[in-house]
């Protein structure tokens, strides 16, 4: 008998229930069942396995993050170019590394902002889970590229310690008052988005610190121009370094934490097998992990050894209970469950003909 499989797609329905996963193209003129279910996850008919879901999906939100992705990228780029010029005519290390951060920071936006394109697309053959985890990989693309950077900018920041360079003050000092106006519309802009995932998080870190990096220069612009203390150009730019590796290095850590699948923080596996073999009729639990598919999704998986060899209907009311529990009490989203029961010695042999005074009976 052919077992065939299909690939869920996203709704905007909540559920606080189990769903059955149906196989299709059996007998004529079978009715189609529709199902609802959590984008990127792949559903099978298995007995004794469980996806519970959460919804909490709004396109509209979603766009509006998009869009605003898109305009930030969009300014930041074109305020590069003014950067890079400026920096090139006043000679000044801070200003071109701020445009060199301020080129990484665009590219890291834009790159968000196809990221939040890509994750939207619906599940296919190829990638069951979907596309989501696409805005993990950005956001660790974002954090690399960036502390990248901010470690060139140190080597060219000592080579100026070392070897001073004229600099003009003012026309580093107009070109930096010019990107912290751009760098406040971009702040701005994603305010109100910066918790909406690990990715447009990361985009709003490197706007936070396109910002400072401008507030710097302009002090430095100023003792420049009006003191012509030249050696405030090279410590601007470490001290800005610095504080955006700080920044950006909890990105950096939580995203190679979601794509090594490692167990989602806050999350107490002891505490998840402990309510899992609290419940009457389970002898242990075991094969158990947990992940976050992205930012938010958190999955797990287990075998519950049962104490009797129940009926399927049984298993079923069984599972769905600790899923229930688990889905309450964990906020767990997607839920795979395997029943099992290990038969002893003498039910494999199908009666008492062992001895129960060794221990080897039941």
Not at 81 to 89: A, K, L, P, R
Not at 199 to 214: E, F, K, P, W
Not at 257 to 270: A, E, R, S, Y
Request: proline content about 3%; aromatic content about 6%.
């Amino acid at each position: 008998m052919a077992f065939h499989s299909y690939i869920e797609h996203e709704d905007h329905h909540h559920h606080g229930h189990d769903h059955e996963c149906h196989e299709h193209g059996h007998g004529e003129g079978a009715a189609p069942h529709e199902h609802h279910h959590h984008e990127g996850e792949c559903c099978c008919s298995h007995a004794g396995h469980h996806h519970g879901h959460h919804h909490g999906h709004h396109h509209g939100y979603a766009d509006v993050t998009g869009t605003k992705l898109l305009w930030t990228s969009l300014l930041n780029i074109t305020f590069t170019i003014i950067e890079v010029v400026g920096g090139i005519i006043s000679n000044s290390l801070s200003l071109l590394s701020d445009a060199l951060h301020n080129l990484a920071d665009s590219s890291a936006i834009f790159l968000a902002y196809i990221a939040h394109l890509v994750s939207k697309r619906k599940p296919d053959v190829r990638k069951t889970f979907g596309y989501k985890r696409f805005e993990i990989i950005a956001a660790f693309i974002n954090a690399v590229i960036l502390i990248g950077i901010c470690l060139y900018l140190f080597v060219e920041a000592y080579r100026r310690f070392m070897n001073p360079e004229p600099i003009k003050g003012l026309v580093m000092l107009i070109v930096a008052i010019a990107g912290l106006l751009a760098n406040l519309i971009s702040v701005i802009i994603l305010h109100s988005r910066k918790g909406s995932n690990l990715n447009v998080r990361a985009a709003y870190l490197h706007l936070m610190g396109d910002t400072l990096s401008s507030v710097a220069v302009i002090l430095g612009g100023l003792c420049i121009w009006l003191w012509n203390v030249v050696w405030v150009d090279p410590l601007i730019t470490v001290l800005v370094g610095i504080y955006i590796i700080w920044h950006t290095w909890g990105v950096l850590r939580e995203s190679t934490d979601i794509l090594m699948q490692g167990t989602p923080p806050g999350l107490d596996l002891k505490g998840v097998a402990g309510t899992i073999e609290a419940v009457p009729g389970v002898k242990g639990v075991h094969h158990m992990h947990a992940w976050r598919l992205n930012d938010a999704q958190i999955h797990l998986e287990a075998h519950v050894d049962l104490e009797d060899d129940l009926q399927l209907s049984q298993a079923e009311r069984l599972r769905a209970h600790i899923a229930d529990l688990l889905r309450e009490g964990y906020g767990i989203a997607h839920i795979t469950l395997q029943m099992e029961h290990h038969p002893g010695a003498c039910e494999l042999s199908g009666g008492c003909d062992c001895l129960p005074d060794k221990g080897v009976c039941c």
